[in-house]
Each structure stands twice: as C-alpha cells, then as structure tokens.
C-alpha cells in the first residue's frame, strides 16, 4: 500500500506546480482586468462640462459642451452635443430617431414626421414696441403678443428639460464678416443639428471659442406641440418670432426649413434697417466676375437655374447686396429632389455624399437606393448639403454687383413668354406683384400648382412693407445699370393639366444666353396685352415657336381667355401696392 501511494507521490507532486501556476496566472488576469477596468473607467468618465451620471457608452462627451450656456436659459439638460461632427450626428440619429438611415450615397436619410413642408399660416411675430411701427402687419407677419410667446418659450424649455439629449449649433447668417449674425440653435433631434450645421455658416475652431452670446437663438422643440387654448394659437403648430428678445421658438412642426427661413425672416429685417437689400434668390459669379441674380419661390428654378457648371455658385436661395456686392446669407444649399437625376442636375446629385441630409426621401432599406420620383412621403423631398460640395462653389460667398437680374415664374396658366426684356418700370412692377404658383408639396395642403401673388418673390419671409424692398432694389438697379430679365419656368402649350411644363434644356439655353449677351442685343417683338419684349430668336433653344406663348396653343380662343384671365389677376393684386408707386410703374401693368 505504501509503494503504491509512493507511486502516486510523482503524480501529486507534478499536479501540484500546475494549480499553483493557474493560480498565479488567474492572479495576473485579474491584476490586468482591473488595470484595464481602471483605463477604461477614466476614459469614460464624464467631463465637467457632461452629466456625472452613467450613460450608455455609445454617448460621446465633449470638453466645449459648456452646460452654463443652457442653464441660463432654464435648460437643465445635462447631455448636450455642441458643434458636433457629421459622423457624431449620424451616430446619434441612427440612435434614437426613427426614419434615419445611411444610404447608399453616404447621405443620412432623415423624417420630418407629420408634417413636410412650411406652415405659413402659423407663422407670429411679437407686437412690442422696439418693432412695432416697421413689421408690415397683416396675413404674412401676424401679431403675438409678448405674454403668449412667453408661455410658447416656456412649453418649449420645458419639453427640452424632458429630453436625455440635446443638440446645439452655433453658426453665422450672413458670409460678409461686416453683416453677419451670430444664431444659435438648440434641439433635440440630431437631424436638425445637422440640417442647421450645412445650413448655416459653420465657424472655425477659433470663432467657436470666442462665439460668445447669440444675437438671436432658436429654440426647436418641434415634436411638442403648441397649446391650442392659448390666446393667438389657431393650430398645435406655432413658429413665433420675438425681435426684442432674439429669439424664434418652433413647437408642433419637425420640417428643418422652418428654422432656416426663421433665420432669413430675421434677416429680411436687420439688413434693410441698415440699407442693405435682403432677397430671396439665387446668385452666381461668370469667369469674368460678372454677377447674376435669380429671384423666385421655391419651385421656380432658383437652386437648379444658378447650379452652372461654367460659372461659380454664389448660393441658391438668400442674399444680400450691399454697398460693396452680394454676399450669401447661407452656409449651404436646399434643394428639392422630387424627380432629380444626374442628367437634369449633375452639381446636385454629385452633392449627395456623406455629410449630406436627404429629407423624407423613399429608399430601399436593403441597398439604400432612393426613388427621386416617388412622392409618397410628400412631393416636397429635399436635400441639404454644404456651399462647398458644389464643385465651383465661391468660398467666401461674396462676390461683386450684379450685371443681370432674373425674376423667375411659374407660370400655371401657360401665358407668360419663357423670356422676356423688362424696363425699369416693369421690373419693379413684377418685382413687388412677385407672381408664380404654388407648387405641389412646399406648403402643407398644396397637392397641385396654385396662381398666386408673393411680393418681393418672398412675401412670407419678408417683415418690412414691400415698397422698402422694391426702393432698394430700384436704387441699386439704376446705380449699377442691370438688366432685368422675366423668365417663366412654368406651363406651356395650354395651362396646368392640359399643356406641359417648361422644358429645362430651353430654360438653360435661355439664360446662357443672357450670361452671353446674345438677348441683350437680340431683336424683340412685343407681346400683346402684357406688353413685353420678347426676343424673336434665341440661341439653343429648340423652337423658336415657344417664345411667343400663344403660338403654342391649338386653341386661340382658349389662349385669349387665359390671358385675359391672367391679366385681370395682376391688376386686382396690384391695387394693395398701388398708393405710393409712381406713373411709370403703374403704367407697367397688364392692359
């Protein structure tokens, strides 16, 4: 028995040495666990600046996140995203908001919810008495009084104060350093930071620093809606304006455009107190430095018409021209992508890349395709994307004055001349008549082209009366001898439903011939009861027949009736501007 529990000894001996090392070797991992474990928690600790709580390790912190800059207005939110990257707002999109994705271009896929266009009617400015006697009262600027924005600020702080996570941009309105704006926005949703990050002017690292105090900030607590028994609210949607105290509050509506024409309705009012012409246009530079100016509502061409290849994008959708040039108010562009392709609008789709928003697009969830032509969603799609993805994009956005003016239509009755030569008197005619048609999708309730009138080409953003735009703008139109032009983009060949829109390959050749010079010394015929010149040819076009409207109608009497109908409607708008415009001007109108 002993041998044999002698033979065992080996064995017991041998086992031994094995355990200890397992022991000694357990020891050491859980000295390098716990070393680990210590890296790792002090990584993750939370700055000064970010909440002391744990969170989830997908949440990136940021030293700049200054929490006092929230707290002061009430905000107590703790975990707040300030200036964060694209990438860091894509993460936190695919986070926590439903409808996002990355697409196959790289673009963030983002939804708006309920509602996908603007909501004009549910626009208010605050009546106080800083403001007062300069805001054009009426059915565009509709009064609010400073208790009820009060009661909107607060139901909008106190639906952020609900939320885990916020979003702030800071950013600049305005790219001439001698008329710029300091806003910030704060939201909470990562779609609209990033909407407000191409759209706005982004700062560099040492204007973030010494940003300092907004002159105006907006508060987007769009997911929460408006109180409808509260005095001045017709609807759960209220975007409302306070001059005095510099600041927009948005509940009920998540569409991004609303802060960004928040942002331009500011401007439409600070820059004409300093006699600069605020404009809802586009703007493009020529090799020469010959400048031209598109003005137009959405949906008439501004964004597709000044994406030229052979000339330099100043921007597509808001400038200023001042004493020096123009310069544009946005940091980027906003197009619409109902129907877009490569072949119509080559800047545009090659602008879709990461980085870029496409707002309420319908995509393949398997390969991140998007349909362009499917308008299920709403026919107001829309992408966002920096002035810099623009190829030949002019970085910074100023440029000098003006050669040509385009005042850009869509016409829906089918009876305005593709081009037409304006005199003076006609320009500032159609400039404060600012006819064209709603298009389908722009504004919530519009599924089809609607005539209407829109002073200045802008009346819903515009807070002045339009006589102090259109004084402006005749002033600087005399004293840098511009030539203006009237283009309609809209219907021809019969109106809306019958004849067909404006083929975009003759609207090109029409303005470049325009940058040429060929129009302006082509020969002009007039068209009758309008009255305007319209060249008897032009370069590129694809037949001359369609620059005298009536000559693309089967039905002569048909097109008599139009345009008859058309004119009567010009004058009847007319008569609201009338008092106060001189001979000239009124001898401009329809006959």
């Known amino acids: 028995m002993a041998a044999r529990m002698r033979s065992f000894r080996p064995l017991a001996c041998r086992v031994a040495p094995r355990c200890l090392l397992r022991q000694i070797h357990s020891s050491c991992i859980s ?23 744990d969170f989830a390790a997908d949440h990136h912190f940021f030293e700049d996140a200054d929490i006092k800059m929230l707290a002061d207005l009430g905000i107590n ?30 673009a963030l896929a983002a939804f708006s919810g309920q509602k996908t266009g603007r909501s004009p009617g549910d626009k208010r400015i605050v009546d106080e008495p800083s403001t007062s006697e300069d805001i054009w009262w009426g059915a565009v600027n509709i009064k609010l009084t400073p208790n009820t924005f009060k009661i909107n600020r607060e139901r909008a702080i106190d639906y952020l104060n ?7 941009f800071d950013g600049f309105a305005g790219w001439d350093p001698n008329y710029r704006y300091k806003v910030r926005v704060i939201t909470s949703r990562a779609y609209h930071a990033l909407f407000m990050h191409n759209m706005l002017i982004r ?56 802060m960004k024409k928040g942002v331009f309705t500011i401007m439409n009012y600070l820059l004409p107190k300093k006699n600069i012409l605020s404009m809802h246009a586009s703007a493009n530079e020529g090799r020469n430095g010959d400048v031209t100016i598109f003005f137009g509502l959405s949906g008439t061409g501004k964004t597709t018409l000044s994406a030229d290849p052979e000339r330099a994008l100043i921007g597509d959708d808001e400038h200023a021209w001042t004493e020096d040039g123009v310069f544009n108010i946005e940091g980027g562009c906003y197009a619409k992508a109902i129907g877009l392709t490569r072949e119509k609008e080559p800047e545009i789709w090659d602008a879709i890349r990461f980085g870029t928003l496409l707002e309420n697009v319908v995509f393949d969830k398997r390969s991140g395709a998007v349909d362009y032509d499917d308008n299920s969603l709403t026919e107001n799609t829309r992408v966002s994307y ?17 050669s040509n003016i385009v005042m850009l239509t869509c016409d829906a009755f089918g009876v305005l001349p593709p081009v037409s030569k304006l005199t003076p008197a006609q320009a500032m005619y159609h400039f404060i008549s600012g006819y064209t048609a709603k298009v389908a999708g722009t504004e ?43 283009i309609n983009t809209g219907w021809t060949g019969g109106a809306h439903g019958e004849g067909h829109r404006m083929s975009l390959k003759d609207t090109r050749a029409i303005i470049d011939a325009i940058h040429s010079g060929e ?36 039905d002569q009497a048909a097109f008599e009736e139009m345009s008859k109908k058309l004119a009567q409607l010009f004058k009847e708008n ?18």
């Open 31 to 53: 000295k390098d666990n716990a070393k680990v474990r210590s890296v790792v928690e002090e990584a993750l600790r939370a700055s000064p600046a970010s909440y002391a709580h």
């Open 77 to 106: 939110t703790q975990v707040v995203q300030h200036n964060a990257s694209p990438g860091t707002l894509y993460n936190e999109a695919l986070h926590y908001e439903r409808g996002s994705a990355i697409l196959s271009t790289g």
């Open 162 to 168: 609900t939320r885990e996570r916020l979003y702030v």
């Open 203 to 258: 700062p560099t690292a040492e204007e973030l620093a010494n940003f300092g105090k907004p002159d105006y900030t907006i508060y987007n607590a769009g997911a929460f809606p408006a109180n409808r028994a509260t005095e001045g609210m017709t609807s759960g949607t209220s975007v409302s304006l306070n001059f005095a105290t510099g600041e927009v509050v948005i509940l009920g509506t998540e569409y991004a455009g609303e």
């Open 386 to 402: 920096p002035l810099e993805y623009i190829p030949n994009a002019k970085i910074p956005a100023v440029a000098g004055h003006p």
């Open 444 to 486: 919530m309730g519009i599924t089809e082209p609607t005539a209407t009138f829109s002073a200045c080409f802008g009346a819903p953003f515009m807070v002045w009366h339009p006589a102090k735009y259109a004084e402006l703008l005749a002033e600087k139109m005399a004293k840098y001898n511009v030539d203006v032009y009237l």
């Open 519 to 554: 129009l302006a010394k082509a020969e002009y015929e007039n068209f009758p009861r309008f009255n305007l010149q319209v060249p008897k040819s032009c370069p590129g076009v694809s037949d001359a027949k369609i620059l005298m409207p009536n000559k693309t109608w089967s």
């Open 574 to 591: 007319f008569k609201k501007y009338s008092d106060g415009c001189s001979d000239d001007i009124l001898a401009a109108s329809p006959e």
